[in-house]
Nanobody, 129 residues
Framework: QLHLVESGGGLVQPGGSLRLSCQAA????????IGWFRQAPGKEREGVSC?????????DYADSVKGRFTMSRDNAKNTVYLQMNRLNAEDTAVYYC?????????????????????WGQGAQVTVSS
């Protein structure tokens, strides 16, 4: 079945870095818009970042992570990454990658979780001293 497999979560000290990986199974990732979301206990799911299909390569970041997080693709590995730098306690959450069939613009899809078609299982990121 079509799904995304996440890896790379873990425990990191404030100011540290982690890189999350999201590998597609059953479909070609570069044909899809990709989003990263996160959800902390007791809070709503929030958009973190998104990247358009490789036809234009557009990326966007939420204000809370702009300048600290970076998305990238490795088409040979059918994988998208989220590099997270200068992490702080507010970044603690379960992080989900998601893929959307690009029938709408990335601007309309980016932070709208209900518009994504396929989801990863989630990766726990804990930032603590």
């Amino acid at each position: 079945q079509l799904h995304l497999v996440e890896s790379g979560g873990g425990l990191v000290q404030p100011g540290g870095s982690l890189r999350l990986s999201c590998q597609a199974a059953g479909f070609t990732l570069d044909y899809y818009h990709i989003g990263w979301f996160r959800q902390a206990p007791g809070k709503e799911r929030e958009g973190v970042s998104c990247m358009s299909s490789n036809s234009d390569g557009r990326t966007d970041y939420a204000d809370s992570v702009k300048g600290r997080f970076t998305m990238s693709r490795d088409n040979a590995k059918n994988t998208v990454y989220l590099q997270m730098n200068r992490l702080n306690a507010e970044d603690t959450a379960v992080y989900y990658c998601a893929a959307a069939i690009p029938t709408r613009t990335i601007r309309d899809v980016c932070y709208s979780h209900h518009q994504y078609d396929y989801w990863g299982q989630g990766a726990q990121v804990t930032v603590s001293s």
